[in-house]
Nanobody, 119 residues
Framework: DVQLQASGGGSVQVGGSLKLSCAVS????????IGWFRQTPGNEREGVSA????????YYAASVKGRFTISIDNAQDTVYLQMNSLQPEDTAVYYC????????????WGQGTLVTVSS
């Protein structure tokens, strides 16, 4: 099985930045798509960004495009989410997840890391 460990959450003021990390272990890293999701109480989990470890193609939700950047360090088996210009609506628990490139659903999930943006 694949294990994912998310870290890097914290509290920042509006306009600030945070960088989340997702360390992946347990299987060959380059066969997966790694995604970042976020969730607030009472709401469904929202896809934020994703990156393919196969070809480095990326996806961003419209709400974060231009502010967030996803990247991958294949040597460290780690995916990063650089979050800039943070807004209160970015406050959420952020999760990273992995799915095989031929899978439509994310199969493996890490624990969440809390991001709080205050004005």
């Amino acid at each position: 099985d694949v294990q994912l460990q998310a870290s890097g959450g914290g509290s920042v003021q509006v306009g600030g930045s945070l960088k989340l990390s997702c360390a992946v272990s347990g299987h060959s890293f380059d066969e997966y798509i790694i995604g970042w999701f976020r969730q607030t109480p009472g709401n469904e989990r929202e896809g934020v960004s994703a990156i393919s470890a196969v070809d480095d193609s990326t996806y961003y939700a419209a709400s974060v495009k231009g502010r967030f950047t996803i990247s991958i360090d294949n040597a460290q088996d780690t995916v990063y989410l650089q979050m800039n210009s943070l807004q209160p609506e970015d406050t959420a628990v952020y999760y990273c997840a992995a799915r095989g490139t031929r899978r439509s659903r994310y199969e493996y999930w890490g624990q969440g890391t809390l991001v709080t943006v205050s004005s």
